[in-house]
């Protein structure tokens, strides 16, 4: 008796879930694929990370956007230009973050990337301040001398097989953000440890990423019982102890140099700032209120700079001409002042510019920016999407609408002329984001993917057998292909 009441509770309680969806669905207006009544459509995306690549592949012919359900949960996956310009144009129906970036909260509490509030304001000042234009100019010198040692360390692979270069890079970007943002120092951290941090960071985040498709892991209570918390606690606890260890040390450091008079603690570096300043309530910032900061520096900075190096490497090595093109107007620009570049040379590097954008539109680095709808909003296909709904922009189809490029799936850095791009929507291309939460690094992100290309490019040719066909797409936080960055390296004459 109490079982078949059970039973048929249950029955019914499907059934009344499958009704709710369906009628969200309807309603917004936007294709899906069939689904099943609570797990929705999260039976899709069991398996690896490209797996789900490849599952969203076959669901963007669907249509020009799509709704999926995340379990009970409607979530639009949005790519038509003219529902996500209407979105971004009504930016106060959609000013909160997606409910997954609280996930983020596993690398620290206090998390730029969703936060909102006077945490957000007050980190966001600090910040602003810390990659003005003046001090661009000061770590400039700590991104030269970082890419000058990944040059060095390739040395050894010149005329040798083909090589996965992910491991460099991920060396080389962590000790770049590290220097730029807490201040490297080797006895603190030796290089052993940056590639420890490197590989911890990224375990992090791979598993707060992969938790966004896992409904079950939802409820903190029944994540805290899951293997990932365990995983992801173990990596955040030796990133957060090594950035302590840093921010303490450079702390001492100023302090040191104050008692001393002296000024020098050499270049500056964005937590000088934290010191320097004061939170909305007189208050300091204390370590773990930075320790959090510099982590969602690195969470928001880390994977998206070492993957458009690596798909600007890969893109390049596949299509030669185009490396040559990027290689002549190097050594121009090299042959025309001291022989070596600097910030303002760069800014004049407008084919390798071309590059990098259209780098970023094939292969965006932050391929999904999330959002919840903060009030009701009807939609220009005759949709409707309600209050409490989780939204997602998908950058990687947005950028491939063959109305504003004609071969979308085609590399060409010619997509970038000043001509082509003022004919574009700006919301046909956004790598960064937009709004008031676009990217606030994104010209310092740009400075470090550009001055590391100019030093490999000057200094080695890429080459490589793989093809755009044998690329296995993968979401893990930023975008990747499973397959890693496989080149070989020629050395180049000395221009
Ligand atoms: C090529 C590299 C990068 C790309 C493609 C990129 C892309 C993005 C995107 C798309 C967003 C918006 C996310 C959203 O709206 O949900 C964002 C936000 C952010 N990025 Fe970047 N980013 C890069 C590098 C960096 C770096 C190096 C830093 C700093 C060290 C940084 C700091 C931030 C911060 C703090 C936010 C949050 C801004 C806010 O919510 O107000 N990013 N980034």
């Known amino acids: 008796m109490i079982l078949s009441a059970i039973i048929i509770i249950g029955f019914l309680f499907l059934v009344s879930n499958f009704v709710q969806c369906w009628i969200t669905l309807k309603k917004s207006n936007l294709p899906s694929l069939p689904f099943l009544p609570l797990l929705g459509h999260t039976h899709y995306f069991i398996g690896p990370t490209h797996v789900f690549f490849e599952k969203l592949k076959d669901m963007v012919k669907i249509g020009s956007s799509f709704g999926l359900f995340l379990g009970p949960f409607f979530t639009p996956f949005l790519y038509d230009i003219d529902i996500v310009s209407h979105l971004i144009k009504s930016e106060n129906h959609i000013q909160k973050k997606a409910g997954q970036y609280n996930f983020l909260r596993a690398l620290g509490k206090r998390q730029i990337f969703m936060e909102t509030g006077v945490p957000y304001k007050e980190s966001k000042r600090v910040l602003l301040h810390a990659v003005n234009h003046a001090n661009l100019r000061e770590y400039f010198t700590s991104f ?267 590399f060409n850095p010619d997509n970038f002329l000043p001509e082509r791009v003022i004919e574009r929507p700006p919301e046909a291309f956004m790598p960064f984001g937009f709004g008031s939460r676009k990217c606030f690094g994104n010209v310092f992100a740009k400075l470090i993917v550009k001055a590391i290309l100019c030093h490999l490019l000057t200094n080695y040719e890429f080459h490589t057998t793989t093809t755009v066909q044998d690329f296995r797409l993968a979401f893990e936080f930023a975008m990747k292909e499973k397959i890693g960055v496989p080149v070989s390296i020629k050395s180049r004459a000395k221009i």
């Open 144 to 410: 030269n001398r970082i890419a000058q040692n990944l040059v060095d360390d390739l040395k050894i692979k010149v005329e040798r097989d083909e090589f996965n270069m992910e491991e460099d890079l991920y060396l080389c970007i962590a000790s770049v953000l590290l220097d730029t943002i807490v201040g490297l120092d080797e006895s603190v951290m030796t290089r052993d440890e940056i590639i420890q941090f490197a590989k911890e960071f990224i375990n992090s985040l791979t598993i707060i990423f992969d938790r966004g498709f896992k409904i079950w892991l939802y409820p903190n209570f029944l994540y805290k019982f899951s293997n990932s918390y365990k995983l992801c606690n173990q990596s955040v606890s030796y990133t957060r102890k090594m950035t302590g260890k840093l921010i303490i040390g450079r702390k001492k450091k100023i302090e040191a140099s104050e008692r001393n008079e002296e000024k020098n603690t050499g270049s500056s570096v964005f937590i000088d700032k934290y010191f320097e300043s004061k939170k909305d309530d007189g208050s300091e910032f204390s370590i773990d209120d930075i320790i959090d900061d510099v982590h969602s520096l690195m969470g928001a900075g880390f994977e998206s700079t070492v993957s458009s190096l690596r798909f600007v490497i890969l893109m390049l090595a596949i299509n030669q001409d185009i490396q040559e093109k990027a290689f002549e107007e190097l050594k121009e620009k090299q042959k025309n002042n001291k022989g070596y570049f600097d910030i303002d040379d760069l800014n004049e590097l407008t084919y390798l510019d071309r590059v990098i954008q259209e780098t970023w539109r094939l292969y965006p680095p932050i391929c999904f920016l999330g959002r919840k709808i903060t009030k009701d909003i009807d939609l220009p296909n005759g949709g409707h999407l309600k209050e409490g709904i989780n939204i997602w922009f998908f950058l990687a189809m947005l950028h491939r609408d063959p109305k504003y490029y004609p071969e979308p799936e085609i």
